[in-house]
């Protein structure tokens, strides 16, 4: 018997495994009282879960603590520490003798009023901790229903089944070893996809009752490529699959052989290619690959999965041992993009009290408003300015007064490091991500204030065609190729080349072999792709000439409007195939 369901592929890589189902429904929990002679066993009931979920969360701690981050650990410290907490603890027994009610219902009673304090907190990053909060409540409230906790199940070599991943989960699936995923919602462009391609795990999104649809230890096939997703026993169809993967082994081991060689089109022009990082573990691939450098770091995952952010001292070690490690190759460091899909900490929920978190306090807009959080990071990035060839980015910028205010706060933290004795690059230089329509169409004036610009399109296409890239109903209208997206990049690449300042691309676009030729005719001479797409990149890049694609672009831009036009550019800029 073959199953088959269709979704949006985010990686193009199979997997084949056993389900592993994560569920995360909210558990209903209605009152329920109780006899006054019952409520000692229930106190029972209550403390004896308790007990279960902090012995579940030692045996996960002791299974990840080899290979995980340290923030990891310290992610599931702070549940272990809230487990002890009387807040948490105590109060839902004090309920079961006051009110002589049920335990899910004391224990519910409890979530609730914690819930009411924690949404009058003002900073943020507090709010999202109410999340750790339910995660407890709900692990307690499985037990006590004696509903099976399928997360305990050991999920090595397996494909992880969710609703939605948060990008923080996936971090912590990862060291699990997950062999795939398949999740309910979520876009292409989400960053737990862009993080899921970083990775290099097979994955379908939007995928519809998958949660109910699959069962644990079913034998499943995800196929990234044709976002499809098979529950079968069929060996002929298993049979197919692996050697689909092994093909795909040998296409990567092919592309190895251009490791080395330079980025230079048939007719001679200069690439710049460089790597995407969003993980330490992403280093090591950035070096062998032979990257000509770092073109955004996402200094937001050092933020997650963990109770508190880094101090200064923490983000220093971590960026110096990236640039160390980097041995001389330049990095651009992105200043903290937190919010919308990407909170703090271990909320996998977007930010409470905001309604369109995508248009909301996101990147550097929360940085400026939290000054607490964001100097830290200015002096802990300027401190590795001093080791090595290191730039600032900032993200998602859309005046020219935050631009002003950013480089007022750089100057802020260059003299108090000059206060402390503590050395940096004074010239550091300082660009901007054009991600924001509005940025795009001022490029020019940003051009003039920033050393370089680098396009955003995963952020840039959302916002242009004003579609949430987390969307799954949305996800259709997710057009690079939409005329409005191409003449906003056309004007940021000659708005760079007016003011004489570089211009790259670090949005996934910039990754496609689809688009390359297109954007190489446009005149971008500078790509920052994940590691995992940089050979591909390099191959298509080394098999094209820039000079008979720009003459072709300019002669259709002007008429772009049109969808034919696009259709002729696209065909135009055909890519070349590869053979192997
Ligand atoms: C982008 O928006 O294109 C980008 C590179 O930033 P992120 O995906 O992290 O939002
Ligand atoms: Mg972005």
């Known amino acids: 018997m073959t199953f088959s369901c269709i979704g949006i592929g985010i990686t193009q890589k199979i997997a084949v495994g056993f389900g592993h189902v994560l569920q995360r429904r909210k558990l209903e929990t209605a009152p329920r009282f109780i006899e006054p002679s019952q409520v000692p066993d229930e106190v029972d009931r209550f403390r004896l879960a308790v007990s279960e979920a902090v012995r579940s969360l030692r045996k996960i701690r002791q299974r990840v603590a080899e290979s995980a981050r340290s923030d990891i650990l310290a992610f599931i410290d702070t549940h272990l520490l809230m487990l002890d907490d009387s807040a948490l603890i105590e109060v ?32 943020p990053y507090l709010r999202t ?110 049979a197919h699959y692996r050697q689909l993967i092994e093909e795909s082994r040998k296409h990567t081991l092919s592309l190895r052989g251009l490791i080395g060689q330079a980025t ?60 160390e490690k980097l041995e001389g190759i330049p990095i651009t460091i992105r200043t903290l993009d937190l919010g919308a899909d990407k909170p703090a900490g271990t909320d996998n929920q977007n930010d409470r009290g905001c309604s369109n978190p995508a248009l909301g306090l996101r990147a550097i807009r929360l940085c400026l408003k939290i000054p607490q959080l964001f100097r830290p990071q200015l002096r802990a990035i300027l401190r590795t300015s001093a080791l090595g060839p290191v730039k600032i980015m900032i993200p998602m910028i859309s005046t020219l007064q935050e631009v002003r205010q950013l480089k007022a706060m750089v100057e802020e933290a260059k003299r108090s490091l000059l206060r402390d004795g503590l050395a940096f690059d004074p010239g550091v230089e300082i660009g901007g991500m054009i991600e924001v329509p509005a940025a795009a169409l001022a490029a020019d004036a940003f051009a003039r204030e920033l050393d370089f610009l680098s396009i955003g399109t995963n952020d840039l296409i959302q916002y242009t065609l004003a579609i949430d890239r987390i969307d799954d109903e949305v996800n259709y209208l997710y057009d690079p190729l939409h005329p409005a997206v191409l003449r906003l990049i056309k004007m940021v690449i000659d708005a760079g080349q007016t003011r004489g300042i570089p211009v790259g691309m670090c949005g996934e676009m910039a990754a496609d072999p689809r688009y390359i030729p297109l954007l190489v ?32 672009v300019s002669r259709l831009m002007p008429q772009i409007a049109e969808q034919d036009t696009v259709e002729t550019l696209m065909d135009l800029c055909n890519p070349p195939r590869f053979h192997h």
């Not at 027994?93 to 009023?113: D, G, K, N, Y």
């Not at 948060?166 to 699936?173: D, G, N, T």
């Not at 994940?530 to 000079?547: D, F, N």
């Open 521 to 552: 005719g446009l005149g971008l001479r500078q790509f920052s792709v994940q590691p995992g797409s940089l050979l591909e990149a390099k191959w298509v890049l080394r098999s094209i000439a820039a000079q008979p694609l720009m003459e072709q």
């Open 264 to 323: 230079v089109t048939q007719d001679g022009a200069r690439i710049t290619l460089m790597a995407n990082i969003e993980l330490p573990e992403d280093l090591a691939a950035t070096r062998s690959l032979d990257a000509d450098g770092v073109g955004l770091y996402r200094t937001e995952y050092l933020f997650m999965n963990r109770p508190k952010p880094p101090d200064e001292e923490e983000q220093f070690a971590t960026y110096r041992q990236v640039v």
């Open 129 to 238: 901790r109410m999340d750790d909060v339910d995660h407890l409540v709900n692990h307690i409230q499985k037990i006590l229903q004696q509903q099976e906790e399928p997360n305990q199940d050991d999920p090595r070599g397996r494909i992880a089944i969710a609703q939605d991943l948060s990008p923080a989960e996936l971090i912590v699936l990862h060291h699990q070893g997950i062999a795939g995923f398949v999740t309910e919602s979520g876009g292409p462009m989400s960053h737990t996809a862009i993080l899921a391609r970083s990775l290099g795990i097979p994955a379908v999104v939007g995928v519809r009752n998958a949660t109910q649809g699959l069962h644990q230890g079913e034998q499943l096939i995800v196929d990234g490529r044709q976002g499809v997703l098979l529950a079968t026993s069929d060996n002929a169809i298993m």
């Open 92 to 123: 839902p027994v004090e309920h079961i003798r006051a009110r002589q009610c049920a335990a899910e219902w004391a224990l519910q009673l409890q979530r609730e009023a914690l819930a009411e304090v924690f949404s009058e907190f003002d900073d």
